[in-house]
């Protein structure tokens, strides 16, 4: 139980780009389109006397991959936050399952840029921490390109100034 003097945990102070709603339909529609392409091949393949199994397969795929493209940026969207100190990178991430990552930077192995196709179409890019944490890096993707370079820079500059290192 939390002593009543504790601080609460807030949100990470900034969003991502909203662009990252792009790239994040972008992302979707990928996944129905793969879907829709195993359907056809299923078509192709499968000889049934009646095609009803097939119609309703792909009306299932269609509807609920048409409601994920739509909902699914905007959840994420909502949810994603991040924030950087001269001391630590705080993250908030997820869709179904959400987690808050608080890394401190004494511990930070490598920071690093990274641009995708679509998101360097989109001029977005995504920062990755690497920690030596048994969780894993922290990531924050849907960062607009200017913003991500002068993250690096300040993470960078920062973990390099952390003397006390706790790896």
Do not use: K
């Not at 662009?19 to 499968?46: E, F």
């Not at 849907?142 to 390099?160: F, H, I, K, R």
Request: hydrophobic share 50%; glycine share 4%; aromatic share 6%.
């Amino acid at each position: 139980m939390p002593h009543p003097a504790s601080p609460v945990l807030r949100d990470p102070a900034h969003r991502v780009s909203r662009r990252a709603l792009a790239l994040w339909t972008i992302q979707a529609v990928g996944v129905l389109a793969v879907l829709l392409v195993a359907q056809v091949v299923w078509w192709v393949v499968d000889d049934p006397p009646s095609r009803t199994a097939h119609w309703l397969v792909a009306l299932v795929w269609l509807v609920a991959g048409a409601a994920y493209a739509v909902g699914m940026p905007q959840w994420r969207y909502r949810v994603h936050r991040w924030e950087a100190t001269p001391r630590a990178v705080y993250t908030q991430s997820g869709w179904l399952r959400q987690e808050r990552r608080i890394a401190p930077l004494n511990r930070a192995q490598t920071v690093d840029l990274e641009r995708g196709p679509v998101a360097q179409l989109l001029g977005l890019a995504s920062v990755t921490v690497t920690t030596a944490s048994a969780a894993g890096p922290i990531r924050i993707h849907g960062l607009d390109l200017p913003v991500a370079e002068q993250l690096v820079e300040a993470l960078t500059a920062a973990a390099v100034a952390e003397r006390d290192d706790a790896t």
